[in-house]
Nanobody, 121 residues
Framework: QVQLVESGGGLVQPGGSLRLSCAAS????????MGWYRQAPGKQRELVAS???????NYADSVKGRFTISRDNAKKTVYLQMNSLKPEDTAVYYC???????????????WGRGTQVTVSS
């Protein structure tokens, strides 16, 4: 069974930084793209950043220049370094990954349970 577990959320003041981590575990054959989404109260879930298995990255315009996504393929982990945080970054952040299980022939999208990020003074 495949799981994604996020960590690193919390309360931070405007202008501060946080680093989120998401580790995949279970019977994994291969991981394709990984990414971070967020959902603020009353809003739809939106893509924050994604990274391919080869390291190609993509960012939402609202976080470009402030957030950096990276991954450690050996550790099956994706990171999101968030700098210059703003109150509008407040949301639940979800990890997403396209994973092929050991006994599967196709990739399937998996989600973590989410971690709360609150930016407030």
């Amino acid at each position: 069974q495949v799981q994604l577990v996020e960590s690193g959320g919390g309360l931070v003041q405007p202008g501060g930084s946080l680093r989120l981590s998401c580790a995949a575990s279970g019977s994994i054959f291969s991981i394709n793209a990984m990414g971070w989404y967020r959902q603020a109260p009353g809003k739809q879930r939106e893509l924050v950043a994604s990274i391919t298995s080869g390291g190609i990255t993509n960012y939402a315009d609202s976080v470009k220049g402030r957030f950096t996504i990276s991954r450690d393929n050996a550790k099956k982990t994706v990171y999101l370094q968030m700098n210059s945080l703003k109150p509008e970054d407040t949301a639940v952040y979800y990890c997403n990954a396209l994973i092929r299980g050991i006994q599967q022939s196709n990739y399937k999208a998996y989600w973590g349970r989410g971690t709360q990020v609150t930016v407030s003074s």
